[in-house]
């Protein structure tokens, strides 16, 4: 009896040992930081490993209706001087704040739900080449969103009540040649029922066709609201 409980002594140790290994490796809370150099911004890192972070405000009483928002390509934690990408603005990141213009970096890939929501001062946020995600309710009841915007090639994925709201967006510029995941077609409803409907969906030229047979984009009203750009784009 004894030597069977000395084999088996060992066997256990190395069980709890194994877990113990597994659960610091893959088990790591994640952590926020401020870079000096951006000092209303806070970063949060949920992947060590990549070394990307979504980024959002602290405060939205540091912005005015007259000031640019710049959202870096990177950020620098200063307790241990690691550089990271900046991929994602996190959800809620900078709704119901004032501002004029929003500059996002080449780097951005997801803008998560309700991101930039319900920004009444008139403002300006062109969309970055290497966007994949545009979230749901990402601008939704952004009624400050004005002029053209331009939904870049690299868009996969727009999900639900995007733009919703948005009435005082003159035209909305697809560039992807083939459509990409659509999940309703209220995203792009820049009206509500009581604004008449004035903002235009633009396609590239070649491409009418295939949008008007592909699911969701297919329900939008084409003969009313959506057209193809004659200048080729």
């Not at 490993?49 to 912005?63: D, Q």
């Not at 309700?114 to 966007?131: M, Y």
């Amino acid at each position: 009896i004894q030597g069977h409980t000395l084999s088996i002594h060992p066997i256990v140790m190395k069980r709890y040992t194994i877990l113990s290994l597994f659960f610091l490796t893959f088990i790591l809370p994640a952590f926020a930081f401020q870079d000096p150099e951006y000092p209303n911004l806070e970063f949060t890192v949920l992947d060590e490993e990549a070394k990307t972070v979504p980024v959002k405000m602290i405060s939205k009483s540091a912005y005015t209706a007259a000031d640019t928002l710049t959202i870096p390509s990177s950020a620098t934690d200063s307790e241990t001087s690691t550089i990271y990408t900046v991929t994602d603005v996190a959800e809620n990141g900078f709704a119901y704040i004032s501002i004029a213009h929003i500059s996002l970096p080449n780097t951005l890939k997801h803008i998560h739900y309700q991101a930039f929501r319900s920004i009444s001062t008139p403002f300006t946020c062109p969309l970055n080449e290497g966007l994949n995600i545009i979230g749901n309710r990402a601008f939704c009841q952004s009624t400050g969103l004005t002029g053209d915007l331009v939904i870049p090639a690299t868009v996969d994925s727009i999900s639900t009540h995007v733009f919703f709201n948005c009435y005082n967006v003159n035209k909305i510029i697809v560039l992807n040649e083939i459509p990409c995941k659509l999940q309703a077609a209220v995203s792009f409803q820049c009206e509500d029922s009581k604004t008449p409907i004035t903002t235009k969906l633009y396609v590239p030229c070649g491409t009418y066709a295939t949008y008007r047979s592909t699911s969701i984009w297919k329900t939008l009203a084409w003969n009313s609201t959506c057209e193809t750009l004659e200048d080729g784009i």
